[in-house]
């Protein structure tokens, strides 16, 4: 047996897989193709880029990831994502006064959507109160966890987001 048709056989037996560092789509889709019934759960420490997971050929494996969010705009993105378990959404755009109430609504009705999901944090970072207040007032759901981390920074910030990640495993 030649080392491709051991990592394919490797492959196939593995049911569920947890990434410390983000990895390659290419490579995620490899696994997937080699088993499709592989559970992937991305880290939760780093924001990836929403369009690329969900347009991955994966993208139906993946059940925890941390996706950053343009001011809520992507949220047709999380249909492509449909057995997410647990999500984060991280709001790196810090100099928005006032979302787009439109958006946040159709990022609720994809969240609410999200047929296997367990807890949802929206990690917020520094962006002005009015914005948080908007998602704070907007974004309500009954039957699973939602946290929302708004305002912190530095080595706070770091220890914070990691005692939030526990509760995903």
Not at 33 to 60: G, K, T, V
Not at 84 to 100: A, F, G, P, R
Not at 105 to 126: A, C, P, R, T, W
Request: contains cysteine.
């Amino acid at each position: 047996m030649d080392e491709d048709e051991s990592i394919m056989k490797l492959g196939a037996l593995i049911d569920e897989i947890y990434f410390k560092k983000i990895p390659d789509t290419g490579l995620l889709s490899e696994l997937c193709e080699m088993n499709e019934n592989i559970r992937i759960h991305l880290p939760m420490a780093e924001a990836l880029h929403l369009h690329e997971y969900a347009e991955s050929y994966c993208s139906e494996n993946i059940v925890s990831a941390n996706f950053e969010t343009d001011v809520f705009i992507d949220s047709e993105e999380l249909y492509k994502l449909p057995n997410l378990e647990n999500l984060v959404l991280t709001c790196k755009n810090h100099s928005i006064d006032k979302l787009d109430i439109r958006d946040l609504h159709d990022m609720q009705l994809s969240i609410e959507n999200l047929v296997h999901k367990k807890k949802v944090v929206f990690d917020l970072g520094k962006i002005n109160d009015v914005p948080v207040q908007q998602v704070k007032d907007t974004m309500r759901f009954s039957g699973f966890e939602i946290e929302i981390i708004h305002g912190k920074i530095g080595k706070v910030y770091q220890k914070s987001k990691k005692e939030v990640m526990k509760g995903f495993k």
